[in-house]
């Protein structure tokens, strides 16, 4: 580690916005220029909710979801790449969580405030050290309201599809362009009016719209921002 990269102050960027809009790609890369640890908030949700599919959770019965929460454990290892990857009790998990089933239920489950009880309480405790950049919903509004940095990631709606259609289909899964969009459009509607921790842009986020934006614009243009807070410039 560089003599200047001991010496820097260490802070929270917290990164939230609208599925699909190259939030988990975009706050990747800007940990790994900072030399911060990458966390993915939006895998916990998707593994709670794999897990939940695999129990057979009735998510109207409290007490199921409890018992079920009890038996969900969730950590991040950092692969030999460098990379952080979700665990889902004690297996690498990413393959079974992006997968359309868990698209169309990660909504329902994460609207249950014990389950965002027990996640915020979890991403708080990674925080305590800082050096992280974590994106999701709640982070700027919720999980860190003191972050040094916030931003609040967006694309049109047309945009957003077609990307995660790419991006699926690098991973040889075909879905429908309709199909994809309309999955987006009910996540976003669903993250923004549940009661709990609705997807907000918390007043001092700053906006980055992605839409004619490339990947390593969005990418430089939060670690500039970054690095003028951690380094005072
Ligand atoms: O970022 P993502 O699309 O992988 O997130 C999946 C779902 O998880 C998203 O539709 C809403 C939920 N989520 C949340 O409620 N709060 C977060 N901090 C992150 C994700």
Redesign the pocket.
Known sequence: MSYQRLLMKKIIIAI?GH??CG??STAKVVAKKLGYMYI???????AT?YNFLQEGVDTKNPGQVDQALENTDIQFKIDGSGNSQVLLNGTFAEEFIRTMEV?QH??EV??ISSV?RA?VSQ?RQIGTEKGVVM?????GSV?FPKAELKIFMTASLEVRAKRRQKELQEKGVFEELSDISSNLKS?DE??ST?AD?P?VQAEDAIVVDTTHLTFNDQVDKIVKLAEQIIYDR
């Open positions: 939230d599925s699909a939030k988990s993915d908030s939006g895998a916990m949700y998707r909710t698209n990660v909504s994460s609207a965002r996640m991403q994106d999701g919903r709640d982070i999980v996540r669903a993250d549940r921790s997807l």
